[in-house]
């Protein structure tokens, strides 16, 4: 009998556009699955978007289209990535799918029969950014203490779900599955958090109209987590006329999420779970974070790692690679171009590339391209299936970076192998030397085939590409009868061979990449959306506007377009400007008028003359400047917002 595996990603926002953080969750989540399939269990792996709420419609609404548009866009680069990245996903749920709301509806049903919601008002701050209720505690200068997201102050009506009645039967459930919550680290974190309380939680808005609506309330909206995160189940079809698929696969074997959201996860869940009489998932996995550099990833910064450009550069499974091995599981890392490059050449193009290079060239040159007979010869066939074994170890302990280095050891074992025999050596001695030259080439070429199958979830193509190479695409794929020493048979032939993964000259690259880098700063500040563009009210209350009148004007000497003038700001003494209008502008036609000048700009020196501010002047078509003024004769010095 075989186990079943259901493993699910986060459902991610659809405000923005992905970056190497949101695909490494989907990458590590598909290695899982691929994993587990080879193992023979019966796995099913979501994925998906989380479409609702605050985040998504002010997102939409400053780019000026509806939320759904949006949405529709950003899933369609979701699509693209994981076909890209190789991701075997059996299902993509969006949150605006009928079959999810249908679920929602549901779950919340339960949960009202069960008595563990009332309604109330909500009284208190929202952090949108994070698209969660923030206790007074945790707001300092209208700011989110523990995501750094703006907050605003909410007061409406809301249903409320009783989860300070679940602190006890949480803390039971944490203790009686002290692996539920993974790493130990991020165990200890949420059981530290619901032993100091837990108050009941607003689970509708009222003053937002894009969500799942209330189930007979339609003047609120469901909360976006609890929304959310019933996409585990209604993908599944739960709430729906067909609900095999939650028969077979519920509870979850791993939700796997960011450390970011392990609180939605580890505590709201499971207390919605329970109220609703639903089984709980056997776990919950909190990876770390990538960092660029040692600095968090921004948009602004300009230094989001966007994973077309390394998949397009590299190929999809030197990316796959480099997440799986560069990250310990569970804890943050750093991204940085040399390491990427780094372990490039020296994990795939030596290590692997030149092991399986090597071995086939000695085989099509001495033995004809023909597997030989079988053999057990050196330390081979024991490092293989030590490296089975602690693959499997590691791989189901959660440490699929240990399960990569177990497989590595084993292709350093092969390489010495062939060190240590040189069979080249062994080939020049001619027939005398045959049969020991044909068994240390099946040694190294069983091995290979070994590892292709250990690599096969990690990265799947050049998996399939090593074993087209070997000539072992007829063997069985998996890791029970595959992985048995021997099953090579004598004379087939072996592959085409190319270079699994060519040498980067990481000089070179390193160069092209600053140039490619320049544009990639420049173009993020182009792509600026209306969103980044949004400024608070206290931003523009920094900009001091003042109405002034024009005393005195005249030409700057020498220049075509710059006017110098003298305006009276209500300062007592006027103050002196330079402004681009001279091409425009008769000086005397600007005497007594009265105009807008922003008077708190740093003085700047404009062909040698100091201006002390600026004054404002709407933009033709060309470019001709259009003097603004005030409808009426206010006195100078007024100000202006
Ligand atoms: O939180 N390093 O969606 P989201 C590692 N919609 N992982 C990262 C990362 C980084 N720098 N940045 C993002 C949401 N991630 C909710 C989830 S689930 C019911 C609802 C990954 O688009 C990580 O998995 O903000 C994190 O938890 C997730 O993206 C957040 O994605």
Not at 396 to 419: M, S, V
Request: aromatic share 10%; net charge negative; hydrophobic share 40%.
């Amino acid at each position: 009998m075989s186990d079943t595996y259901y493993i699910t990603t986060p459902i991610y926002y659809v405000n923005d556009m992905p970056h190497i953080g949101h695909i490494y969750t989907t990458v590590m989540a598909d290695i899982f699955a691929r994993y587990h399939r080879l193992c023979g269990d019966r796995v099913r792996f979501l994925t998906g978007t989380d479409e609702h709420g605050q985040k998504i419609q002010k997102a939409a609404q400053a780019q000026g289209i509806e939320p759904l548009a949006l949405a529709d866009k950003v899933v369609a680069r979701y699509h693209h990535l994981w076909e890209i990245l190789n991701i075997s996903h059996d299902d993509f749920i969006r949150t605006t799918d009928a079959r999810h709301q249908q679920g929602v509806s549901e779950i919340i049903r339960r949960i009202t029969a069960a008595g563990d919601i009332y309604k109330g008002e909500y009284e208190g701050w929202y952090c949108a950014g994070a698209e969660a209720f923030v206790p007074d505690s945790q707001v300092r200068d209208g700011k989110d203490l523990e995501t750094g997201y703006p907050v605003e102050r909410l007061s409406e009506p809301s249903y409320f779900f009783k989860l300070s009645t679940f602190q006890d039967r949480l803390l039971a459930w944490y203790r009686a599955n002290p692996d539920c919550i993974q790493p130990k680290t991020r165990y200890n974190e949420v059981l530290r958090f619901v032993e100091g309380g837990l108050k009941d939680l607003s689970i509708s808005r009222a003053s937002l109209s894009w969500g799942v609506p209330f189930p007979d309330d339609p003047e609120h909206v469901v909360y976006v987590w609890l929304d959310a995160l019933t996409n585990y189940i209604s993908a599944l079809g739960f709430g729906s006329d067909d609900d095999t698929l939650y028969g077979e696969h519920w509870p979850a074997s791993m939700h796997l999420v960011g450390k970011d959201i392990l609180r939605f996860h580890c505590v709201y869940w499971p207390a919605f779970l329970m109220s609703a009489g639903l089984p709980l998932p056997r776990q919950i996995f909190g990876h770390g974070w990538w960092l660029r550099d040692e600095a968090k990833m921004s948009k602004s910064l300009g230094n989001v790692v966007r994973p077309d450009y390394l998949v397009d550069r590299f190929g999809t499974d030197a990316v796959r690679y480099f997440l799986a091995r560069d990250m310990t599981f569970g804890q943050d890392a750093s991204f940085s171009d040399e390491a990427f490059l780094e372990r490039f050449n020296a994990d795939l193009a030596n290590s692997l590339g030149n092991v399986s290079s090597r071995t086939l060239a000695m085989v099509r040159r001495n033995l004809d391209g023909k597997v030989p007979a079988s053999t057990s010869d050196g330390p081979v066939p024991e490092a293989a299936q030590t490296a089975v074994t602690a693959f499997r170890e590691a791989m189901d302990r959660n440490a699929p970076h240990r399960a990569l280095e177990a497989t590595w050891r084993l292709l350093a074992t092969i390489d010495g192998f062939i060190q240590e025999r040189q069979p080249w050596a062994v080939a020049r001695k001619g027939d005398e030397a045959r049969k020991e030259l044909e068994s240390i080439l099946y040694s190294c070429l069983e091995g290979l085939r070994i590892a292709s199958l250990l690599i096969e979830p990690i990265i799947p193509s050049t998996a399939a590409k090593l074993r087209a190479q070997l000539g072992a695409t007829d063997l069985p794929v998996n890791l029970a009868d595959g992985v048995t020493w021997g099953l090579m048979g004598e004379g087939h032939k072996v592959g085409e061979s190319e270079p699994l993964f060519p040498r980067i000259d990481i000089k070179a690259y390193l160069k092209e990449l600053q140039s490619g880098q320049e544009t990639e700063k420049a173009k993020a500040k182009k792509e600026r959306t209306p969103e980044d563009e949004m400024i608070t009210i206290d931003d523009f209350s920094k900009v001091q506007l003042k109405v002034g009148i024009v005393r005195e004007a005249e030409r700057v000497p020498k220049s075509k377009k710059l006017m110098k003038i003298m305006v009276d700001v209500g300062e007592g003494e006027p103050r002196q400007l330079v402004a681009g209008i001279a091409a425009q502008y008769e000086a005397e036609s600007l005497i007594g008028r009265r105009i807008v000048v922003i008077a708190n700009l740093q003085p700047a020196k404009l062909m040698g003359v100091e201006s002390r501010g600026m004054l404002l002047a709407a933009t033709g078509e060309d470019g001709a400047p259009f003097l603004l003024s005030p409808d009426g004769e206010v006195d100078p010095g007024a100000q202006v917002r």
